[in-house]
């Protein structure tokens, strides 16, 4: 069965950092790629998705990923980060027959300090 | 907005008792997936149902269980509440396919007596 990791658990940063959030995922075969964000009081809601082809890709506010199969890792990254950005991010992947179960990471709390 | 809603917003129960959630796909949506999030956890697969038949489950008891319906909408019904039950449950839509992705609705909080 696959299990997602996110390393950080509460991150803290100041306006116009940069900003790397770590997620590993333990599966031998082709998986799907997620970033999901939780605003405070707002509903879970796709950043961006791996499905194939580029391993860059690239999301909603400036957000990015790059997936690197050799380190079965998904890291998401933002050069410049706003107080906006204050949320939980949650790494989750599915199998390669996709539409299955999202396995999702415990989520990082990220806090922006104006 | 994904279009997916859920309801009731807030619950709350007490222990032994049974709680239905409702929960409203985005149109064009034939597949629907419930999860459960616990306070500062990642949410958990419940189970998902594609065309009104159970598709998979995850590591819940036979207390949850599900329908769906001819629109797609579906019910999550869940048995002899217990504490640990006390959670955020959440819906998810999607098409079916392999690239295909789940929106989320806003969840209904569970509180459990």
């Known amino acids: 069965a696959q299990s997602v990791s996110q390393h950080n658990h509460h991150v803290i940063l100041s306006e116009a950092a940069s900003l790397e959030l770590g997620c590993n995922y333990s599966y031998g075969g082709t998986v799907n790629l997620f970033w999901y964000v939780q605003y405070p009081g707002q509903h879970l809601q796709l950043l961006l998705k791996?499905?194939?082809?580029?391993?860059l890709v690239k999301g909603i506010k400036g957000f990015e990923a790059e997936f690197i199969k050799s380190k079965f890792s998904f890291n998401l990254r933002k050069p410049s980060v706003q107080w906006s950005d204050t949320a939980e991010y949650f790494c989750?992947?599915?199998?390669?027959?996709?539409?299955?179960?999202?396995?999702f990471g415990t989520g990082t709390r990220l806090t922006i300090i104006p | 907005e994904t279009g997916v809603t859920q309801s009731p917003t807030h619950l709350i129960k007490t222990r032994g008792q049974q709680v239905t959630l409702r929960c409203s796909s985005q149109s064009g949506h034939n597949t629907v997936s419930w999860y459960q999030q616990a306070l500062g956890q990642g949410p958990q697969f419940i189970f998902q149902?594609?065309?009104?038949?159970?598709?998979g489950r995850g590591n819940f008891p036979p207390r949850f269980s599900g329908l769906q319906f001819p629109n797609y909408s579906s019910e999550l019904n869940v048995n002899a509440l217990e504490l640990d039950d006390s959670a955020l449950y959440l819906c998810?839509?999607?098409?079916?396919?392999?690239?295909?992705?789940?929106?989320f609705g806003p969840g209904t909080r569970l509180l459990v007596l």
């Open positions: 149902y594609y065309r009104e038949e159970e598709n």
């Open positions: 989750a992947v599915t199998t390669f027959f996709g539409n299955e179960k999202l396995t």
């Open positions: 791996y499905f194939s082809g580029d391993p």
């Open positions: 998810a839509s999607s098409s079916s396919g392999r690239e295909e992705t789940q929106y």
